[in-house]
């Protein structure tokens, strides 16, 4: 997201202003260097939250940015989103100084990007900041008895955070020449039954968007059909 001034930041605040959440930061986790897991509270009741949707903080006063929910829960006033800090703007610093008692108002909007409770298997490709997706997403797959699989690219210190979470997917190395090179030759490894039955899954494809475009072309070839994908781009570099 572009920066813009001041006076515009503060009259966007000021329209949305009715619209706003307020939240609490509860606690703070680090589950690897660069991934943070944040828990927010406050009042909650009947917003219709749920993993995938999109909130938006102003982390200064010339930029806001985008997070996904991780997990929510209604009853508790409570959510978590799990942040990937790659230490190189205004999003990762504003992130890097938050304190438990931190007092923070959000706009909260829906995502395309929702889990299909219609089909048992759900396979998810992403990188570091498609993890709090994921964890949403295993959670609700244990409630319903369904199945997930995928692969990550992911640097080796951050494989951890997935151990944290009990994400069991893959991970691979990045490859910023590359994008999606890794994951799909892991793709090319896969037995050839398990297939069979992960062909008809729906696809979840998070983070960056050359990464996205290629894994989403190498499954259509494999004739996985546009319906049975889902994105959500979230950088694009």
């Not at 515009?8 to 329209?15: C, E, I, M, P, R």
């Not at 923070?104 to 990007?113: N, P, Q, V």
């Not at 990550?152 to 999606?180: F, G, H, T």
Request: glycine content about 6%.
């Amino acid at each position: 997201m572009s920066t813009i001034p001041k006076w515009l930041a503060d009259t966007v605040v000021n329209v949305f202003d009715p619209w706003l959440y307020t939240a609490e930061v509860e606690d703070m986790t680090y589950l690897s260097q660069d991934i943070l897991s944040v828990t927010f509270t406050g009042e909650y009741y009947r917003t219709g939250f749920l993993p995938g949707h999109e909130i938006q903080f102003r982390v200064d006063d010339n930029n806001f940015r985008h997070y996904t929910i991780s997990t929510f829960d209604e009853l508790f006033g409570r959510f978590t989103v799990i942040f990937y800090l790659n230490r190189k703007g205004p999003g990762s610093d504003w992130v890097t100084h938050l304190e438990k008692g931190d007092i923070l108002r959000f706009h909260a909007e829906r995502s395309d990007m929702q889990y299909n409770k219609n089909t048992k298997h759900h396979f998810f490709f992403g990188d570091e900041t498609s993890i709090g997706l994921f964890h949403g997403f295993k959670e609700i797959a244990h409630e319903l008895d369904h199945e997930y699989l995928g692969v990550l690219e992911l640097r080796e210190e951050n494989e951890c955070a997935l151990k944290e979470l009990s994400l069991l997917l893959e991970r691979v190395e990045e490859s910023a020449d590359a994008p999606a090179v890794n994951s799909i030759q892991w793709m090319e490894d896969m037995h050839e039954n398990c297939w069979e039955v992960w062909k008809n899954a729906t696809y979840y494809l998070a983070g960056r968007i050359y990464s996205i475009q290629r894994f989403r072309k190498y499954l259509m070839q494999r004739g996985v059909s546009k319906g049975q994908i889902r994105v959500a781009p979230f950088w694009g570099k």
